[in-house]
């Protein structure tokens, strides 16, 4: 390597500036990998289609248009402050750094617990496809789940293969995030297909407005059943909030992040009410799940195309469960190379590999944590994603609240009151979390482990909060946050320091 190559790949360690390699197919890919995930394919059959019917697809749809509207609010953020760190940063200049360290902490915990989660899954996956093969080594049962040394192994595996992935460079990230992503889309649309050639009775979706109460189907009201599942929106569309945590790495304009996201959700809102749509048509809905199967959606697609149906459903949830794990790992380690720059984490976690231009020790963080998780069992990784779904709520706010100040100020009439409804949307999903009965109430695990790591971050907090305040970000405007990382065609992504 020539000096003048080490020289400048010294320069990118110490000023932070990301390599620019994320194409528009890319960011579209990592949200909608983002989004669909492993409960995509099991949810109808345990949830959608028992509360509330084939009605869950209009839930579903309706979801994806709520959380469109919020993403109104990231894609004019983007363009305001094109800063890895998304709504840590939005936070930051809207709210002041208490507010910012609070989001950041909650968001941090919610993108790593969804890399092992995922990386679970793929256990799961071998247990309803080729059962047995990995469920060698018997260990010991934690919150009823059983934990395999052989499910360990897999899941370690790929852990430890998309982190190395992640810090070798976010263009091979982001080539095998969009393979995987048309891979998913592609899989399910043959899925699709291939259960409607087989002329399936639509009568089967009868009645549309019901729910699963007491071992029969009950009539339930059509608003009822839509808001039901409609609620469960931050939990289906969580995801789509990576986009801005690269902002810094768009070879594009960011004016069009906000397209890109509303693309990948609402193509993933047809692809969650796709598979409803299979669980609930191959057969009468109601006595099928009444029937109590292991798993809805892959014997539909098995009764009704066979081993063929049921291998490209695999597919979607393997390309799925794969390209969540690739998105949180981007996700998390550019929020904590963001908190880190702004002096609210540890500064090695601010710092980029010399060569491949990525935050690798927050990569290697996030590694090395998460291949403790698979040992402790799947279910308490669930315990602590429901809890995460309020710090992902909290970010929504934060987030569509500074949209509707900067609008405000700047006499965007429109913007404003769209970012405004986002702000009550997401507010309210913020509520969901603490009522008890509604789709989002959390478990008594996930309330423990929820006070647990805000007592965390209090602790943190009293330990940081000097440096943090006092830090690289004091006083500076975001434009001259950007002229600290600029790098040497003068652009951070789409930004260009001209403009």
């Not at 109104?72 to 953020?77: A, L």
């Not at 019901?210 to 969580?238: H, L, R, T």
């Not at 069009?256 to 299979?278: D, K, P, T």
């Not at 014997?299 to 009704?304: A, H, K, P």
């Amino acid at each position: 390597m020539s000096s003048n190559n080490i020289d400048k790949d010294h320069e990118v360690h110490m000023t932070g500036a990301f390599k620019k390699d994320l194409k528009k197919m890319d960011i579209w890919a990592l949200a909608l990998g983002a989004i669909i995930g492993w409960g995509c394919f099991v949810m109808p059959g345990t949830t959608f289609l028992p509360k509330a019917g084939p009605s869950a697809i209009i839930g579903l749809l309706l979801g994806g248009v709520v959380m469109s509207i919020i993403s109104v609010s990231y894609g004019y953020c983007i363009k305001k402050y094109p800063l890895s760190g998304g709504e840590f940063v939005y936070a930051d200049a809207s709210f002041g750094k208490v507010h910012a360290f609070a989001c950041g902490w909650m968001l941090v915990l919610g993108y790593w617990s969804l890399i092992p989660l995922n990386s679970t899954a793929i256990g799961l996956i071998t247990r309803y496809l080729i059962p047995g093969i990995f469920q060698f080594g018997p260990l010991w049962n934690i919150a009823g789940w059983q934990c395999y040394l052989g499910e360990i192994l897999l899941s370690s595996a790929f852990i430890v293969v998309l982190g190395i992935m992640n810090i070798r460079g976010v263009k091979s990230a982001g080539w095998f995030q969009t393979t995987v992503a048309v891979l998913l889309a592609g899989s399910v649309a043959f899925a699709l297909i291939g259960v409607l050639l087989t002329r399936p009775d639509f009568g089967n979706l009868q009645p549309m407005f019901a729910e699963i109460k007491d071992g029969a189907v009950s009539q339930k009201g059509a608003v009822a059943c839509i808001i039901a599942v409609a609620c469960y929106a931050p939990y289906c569309f969580v995801g789509f909030d990576c986009i801005p945590q690269a902002a810094e790495e768009y070879s594009f304009s960011h004016k069009a992040a906000i397209w890109l996201m509303i693309g990948a959700i609402m193509v993933g809102a047809c692809i969650y009410a796709a598979v409803v749509f299979i669980t609930a048509v191959v057969q009468p809905w109601g006595p099928m799940m009444l029937s109590n199967p292991d798993w809805a959606t892959g014997e539909m697609v098995r009764g009704s195309i066979g081993y063929i149906g049921l291998f490209f459903i695999g597919v979607a949830m393997l390309c799925a469960v794969l390209s969540g794990m690739n998105a949180f790992y981007l996700a998390a380690s550019r929020l904590m190379f963001s908190m880190s720059y702004a002096d609210a984490l540890p500064s090695f976690f601010g710092e980029l590999h010399p060569k491949y231009g990525t935050p690798d020790k927050a990569t290697y963080f996030l590694m090395f944590i998460s291949l403790v998780c698979p040992w402790l069992g799947r279910n308490v990784l669930v315990w602590i994603v429901d809890m995460t779904c309020v710090g992902a709520a909290c970010g929504f706010t934060y987030t569509c609240a500074t949209a509707t100040m900067m609008a405000k100020k700047e006499g965007l009439t429109g913007q404003m009151y769209i970012s405004a409804l986002g702000t009550v949307l997401s507010a309210f999903f913020i509520i969901l979390s603490f009522i008890p009965g509604s789709p989002g109430f959390l478990s008594v695990p996930s309330f423990i482990i929820l006070f647990i790591w805000i007592a965390l971050g209090i602790i943190f907090w009293m330990q940081t909060k000097d440096r943090f305040l006092h830090g690289r970000w004091e006083g500076m405007t975001v434009e001259e946050i950007l002229m600290t990382k600029m790098t040497e065609d003068g652009t951070i992504g789409g930004y260009n320091k001209n403009q």
